[in-house]
């Protein structure tokens, strides 16, 4: 058991995330490309997502604005977003990024705006809760091994 | 690591690979892979800087190629690179899974292909095959 105040609260915190879905197995993959000499490998690949994404979001949310559609221009932001999304093991963006796909391939422009403002939702408070979650960790100090969640 | 495995590459004790993709947070995590297990490593963007890079001659035992690149994907690159007698390992590494795009890619001369996200396992099974 941790003793350590900060690393427990950490542990609760990444426990969470896991166990309501907003992380999978990748994002342990990333935790254990982590150490003593990539000590911030984590928060840096979150970082660079994130910044990455937000350029896609933007184009996705221009293309939608232009009518009719181009249905084939929005799932090849989608797919980008997608990649990048399972990359860091964001499992619910990733999950209404295969969603939006499915409506742009069927053509289905409701359920593409529908989506995307879900989609959106989820990529924020994904956003909010990993700001909360590395700051902790910055606090708690390095830890010592990923562990995969039960 | 073979000085000079079946795949062609550089007369060196240590593997050396180049990733080829266009999106930032796969680079940076396959570098990261690449370094974990040793293997020196470069990225570029997309199939034209992969073809350029061999073009300054360049070689690596392991390119991972992704499939959908602006100014040239994929395909086209792992095909150009064939035709320039590159016999390196190349793996296609792509989020694409239907059988139809992964036999297109294979065709064009893959080695391997693995479905993005890539992890160590998958990186390990990639590297077998170039030692076996």
Known sequence: ?150 | MAAQGRHGGRKSNKMTALVVDDNMVNQTIHHRLLDNLGIENEAVSNGKEAVDIHCSGKTFDLILMDMDMPVMNGIEATRKLREMGIRSMIAGVSTRSMEREVQEFMEAGLDDYQVKPLTVSKLISIIHKING
């Open chain 1, 1 to 150: 058991m941790e003793r350590n105040p900060m690393r427990r609260q950490l542990q609760v915190m990444r426990k969470s995330l896991f166990d309501q879905g907003y992380l999978d197995e990748q994002f342990v993959q990333l935790e254990e490309l982590q150490d003593d000499a990539n000590p911030n490998f984590v928060e840096e690949v979150v970082t660079l997502y994130f910044r990455d994404s937000a350029r896609l979001i933007l184009n996705i949310e221009q293309a939608l604005e232009r009518k009719p559609f181009d249905f084939n221009k929005l799932d090849g932001y989608m797919h980008q977003f997608k990649g990048s999304s399972s990359s860091i093991g964001a499992k619910r963006v990733k999950a209404e990024s295969t969603l939006f796909r499915e409506y742009c391939k069927s053509g289905n422009g409701e359920g593409c705006m529908r989506t995307f403002q879900q989609l959106k939702k989820e990529y924020a408070t994904l956003r909010k809760k990993l700001e909360a979650y590395f700051q902790v960790a910055r606090q708690a100090g390095p830890m010592e091994t990923a562990c995969r969640p039960k």
